[in-house]
């Protein structure tokens, strides 16, 4: 069974960082896309970012393109997520997902339970 375990929210100030971490089990990690979304309160669910199983392609949302990293580490099972010049507006619970092929869409078939991050002003 696929797992997918999110880490490394929490509370910032704006112009901060944080790292993500999502650790996967249940599957050859290294096959598999994986992705990063955002639901704010009230808001749908929105794509962040997401990388190949190699990590030779990435894909960015315009709103965190230059600010946030995506990255991966095939050898600990564990995809990140650099986020740079935190913004209130990044406020949100962030989930990672994995597919068989990268996407921008909210088509991955397994899902982390999620990390809270908050930005103040």
């Known amino acids: 069974q696929v797992q997918l375990v999110e880490s490394g929210g929490g509370l910032v100030q704006a112009g901060g960082s944080l790292r993500l971490s999502c650790a996967a089990s249940?599957?050859?990690?290294?096959?598999?896309?994986m992705g990063w979304f955002r639901q704010a309160p009230g808001k749908e669910r929105e794509f962040v970012a997401a990388i190949s199983w190699s990590g030779g392609s990435t894909y960015y949302a315009d709103s965190v393109k230059g600010r946030f990293t995506i990255s991966r580490d095939n050898a600990k099972n564990t995809v990140y997520l650099q986020m740079n010049s935190l913004k209130p507006e990044d406020t949100a619970v962030y989930y990672c997902a994995t597919d068989t092929m990268i996407s921008t869409r909210e088509s991955y078939d397994y899902w982390g339970q999620g990390t809270q991050v908050t930005v103040s002003s």
């Open positions: 249940g599957r050859t990690f290294s096959s598999y896309a």
